[in-house]
């Protein structure tokens, strides 16, 4: 324990000295951290909010049947959930369909709307769960030719248009993530390696009167992850803080926006993970490029 | 802490040590060295310095003695021979044992190789740092050690506030504030008057009547005379042994 105090006193002392001495490298060293977890990060939650929003346009699994005007859906239920490749039905009745549009839409007075188009125009809904993704097309025919539905509904290209094109913002964010981080510890290792170079006596020093070489060098390690959490916490600072501002820019817009944007909210997990994972990035991202600036002295 | 790594320290030195009991603290078998570029530093030394001695090994530049001090703290390695130090075989350490090794060396030199944005006590607390001491034990060792050299007075000062005299006492402070058994000095005076000179050489005596081995390398041979130690000469890499005294 007392060993391990001496050692935490040295490191500390040590570390905090380079860092004095870094002066200005210092900045390029965080500010290239930064922009690199900055992007990592933003490009992390577009792929969570993605994610979310298709999820939103609902599961791959669900067939929504509407129905002709005045069938029942309560009526139909219970025929379809004999199907032996219905895994679940939940029945949605045309009120109940009205009045989550209305609200959608941002109106009050769902009376003077239905007054408005004489009458509710929409019509009963069932919306069925398929046991396997490969059923959905023959459940959907089978349902279509129903006596009583009019219109069947589908996860169909379009969604997986989108979804392919977030597979292609990922493969774009990845590469240039890439390069972010290629730089990044290039600069890292850079600067790193001025201050050791800077102290050069010193470490000559060091080395005769028998420094071992894991001591004489983590306190430059230990520099490259100041380096690295640095970024991480700003770059965390800069989304939380759009984050906020996007939020307030959404609650002064109408409900359906925000019906849209609750897509966007993450779950509080993500919301723990994403500072955790910026700073393990971070984290790596310096000891990487420390670890290349002490290297090659370190091996003579 | 210091105690018990310091007894660790020397306990993994002392177990690679060969017939107890020796009382060789530095022993050159056959020795040879010759630099990548050809020149011949060392030819066939053989020396042998008994714990608690003083020897002046003296010559002209370029004869072999800083090269001969290098082999002995591991910042060179012989191509021919043997080096054994405080029982340890140089050539077989490396790495973290070497460091261990040299913990036990203290070494003084000509130019110093002061840190220059450090105190005169900072650059000595430095080594005690380096080896991983305790604050707390830093700073029970650095009063004495300043004390030794005479320069309690000057420890908040900087090496460029400081005459030569004065740089080269805080360089051997530096070498024993860590209380090493061996002290080598690489010509310590080679770059001061006579009266610091003597001064230098005097605290060296100091410390070798406490017991620490010393070798010290120099061409002043008006020094010699004056300290009455032992003393050889080297000449072109080969040792010749002792020169006349007095």
């Known amino acids: ?36 977890l900055f992007l990592f990060g933003v490009s992390l939650q577009a792929s969570w909010h993605l994610e979310g929003l298709l999820n939103r346009f609902g599961s791959q699994l669900e067939v929504s049947a509407y129905l002709d005007t005045g069938v029942q859906a309560a009526d139909l239920k219970s025929v379809v959930a004999a199907m032996p490749e219905v895994a679940e039905v939940r029945a949605i009745s045309k009120e109940e369909a009205w009045a989550n549009l209305i609200k959608d839409l941002g109106m009050s007075d769902i009376n003077g709307a239905t007054k408005q188009l004489e009458g509710n125009p929409l019509v009963d809904e069932l919306k069925v769960k398929a046991k396997s993704s490969e059923g959905v097309p023959a459940l959907a025919q089978k349902l279509e030719q129903m006596q009583g539905v009019d219109e069947v509904q589908y996860v169909d290209e379009a969604v997986k248009r989108v979804a392919q094109l977030n597979r292609g913002l990922s493969w774009i964010s990845l590469t240039v993530i890439t390069l972010l981080t290629l730089t990044a510890i290039a600069v890292i290792t850079t600067t790193i390696r001025l201050i050791v170079m800077a102290r050069h006596r010193e470490i000559e020093v060091m080395q005769l009167v028998g420094a071992t070489t894991s001591w ?85 | 802490m210091t105690q018990s790594m310091t007894g660790q320290s020397s306990s993994s030195v002392e177990k690679t040590a060969p017939p107890p009991g020796s009382n060789a603290m530095v022993s050159l078998r056959g020795v040879s060295k010759t630099y990548a570029n050809g020149s011949k530093a060392l030819v066939n030394v053989n020396l042998e310095v008994r714990r608690g001695e003083f020897l002046f090994i003296t010559g002209p530049s370029g004869s072999g003695k800083s090269t001969l001090l290098k082999l002995l703290y591991g910042e060179e390695r012989a191509d021919e021979g043997e080096v054994i130090v405080d029982g340890n075989h140089l050539s077989e350490l490396k790495g973290n044992r070497l460091s261990q090794l040299r913990r036990r060396i203290g070494v ?60 080269q006492r805080v360089s051997i402070a530096r070498a024993i504030v860590g209380t090493p058994p061996l002290l080598l000095a690489d010509e310590p005076t080679g770059n001061l008057d006579a009266d610091n000179s003597w001064q230098v050489i005097k605290i060296l005596k100091k410390l070798n009547t406490v017991g620490i081995t010393v070798i010290v390398t120099t061409h002043d041979e008006s020094l010699i005379r004056l300290s009455n130690h032992p003393a050889m000469q080297l000449r072109n890499g080969v040792l010749y042994r002792p020169i006349a005294q007095r």
């Open chain 1, 1 to 36: 324990m007392f060993q391990f105090l001496t050692k935490l006193d040295y490191l500390l002392r040590e570390t905090l000295l380079g860092l004095r001495r870094g002066g200005w490298m210092n900045w390029a060293a965080v500010s290239t951290v930064t922009v690199l």
């Open chain 1, 216 to 300: 004489i060098y983590l306190p430059f390690i230990l520099q490259g992850v100041v380096f690295g959490l640095a970024g991480a916490v700003i770059s965390w600072g800069l989304i939380a803080g759009i984050q906020h501002f996007l939020t307030n820019l959404l609650t002064q817009q109408p409900e359906f926006v925000q019906f849209l944007a609750n897509g966007l909210q993450l779950s509080p997990l993500r919301t723990i993970l994403l500072p955790l994972v910026l700073l393990g990035f971070g984290s790596s991202v310096g000891v990487m490029g420390s670890l290349f600036a002490v290297r090659r002295m370190a091996l003579r």
């Open chain 2, 108 to 167: 003084v030199f000509q130019d110093y190789k002061l840190i220059p944005r450090r105190t005169v006590m900072e650059n000595v607390a430095f080594v005690l740092w380096a080896q991983g001491f305790a604050r707390k034990e830093i700073h029970r060792r650095l009063q004495p050690a300043l004390k030794m050299v005479g320069l309690s007075h000057k420890a908040n000062c900087f090496p460029d506030q400081l005459s030569g005299g004065e740089q």
